[in-house]
Nanobody, 123 residues
Framework: QVQLVESGGGLVQAGDSLRLSCAAS????????MGWFRQALGKEREFVAA????????YYTDSVKGRFTISRDNGKNTVYLQMNSLKPEDTAVYYC????????????????WGQGTQVTVSS
């Protein structure tokens, strides 16, 4: 079992930055690839970014490439999502998730989920 707790969400203006954190506890953090997903009101949950166990490989959905950066600190059992140049369309609840799968963009491949943190970007 892996417990995930997100933090760092909030209300910001367009163009601002936020850094989300996801602290993991339980089973070995290093054993999991990690992902960030988001769900806007009335929409399906969508993939945002993922990072491999070692942190060497990262993946992003097209709409956040060049603006968001995923990273992890295996010594602190924490994964981060640095979000720059935020846009109103980035408004959503952001979820951290852990998977042993190599299919990182599909939510049904993830085994553990955090409770989510709200990000609201005003125009």
């Amino acid at each position: 079992q892996v417990q995930l707790v997100e933090s760092g969400g909030g209300l910001v203006q367009a163009g601002d930055s936020l850094r989300l954190s996801c602290a993991a506890s339980g089973r070995t953090f290093l054993g999991y690839n990690m992902g960030w997903f988001r769900q806007a009101l009335g929409k399906e949950r969508e993939f945002v970014a993922a990072i491999s166990r070692s942190g060497i490989n990262t993946y992003y959905t097209d709409s956040v490439k060049g603006r968001f950066t995923i990273s992890r600190d295996n010594g602190k059992n924490t994964v981060y999502l640095q979000m720059n140049s935020l846009k109103p369309e980035d408004t959503a609840v952001y979820y951290c998730a852990a998977t042993a799968s190599l299919i990182l963009s599909r939510s049904n491949q993830y085994d553990y989920w955090g409770q989510g943190t709200q990000v609201t970007v005003s125009s």
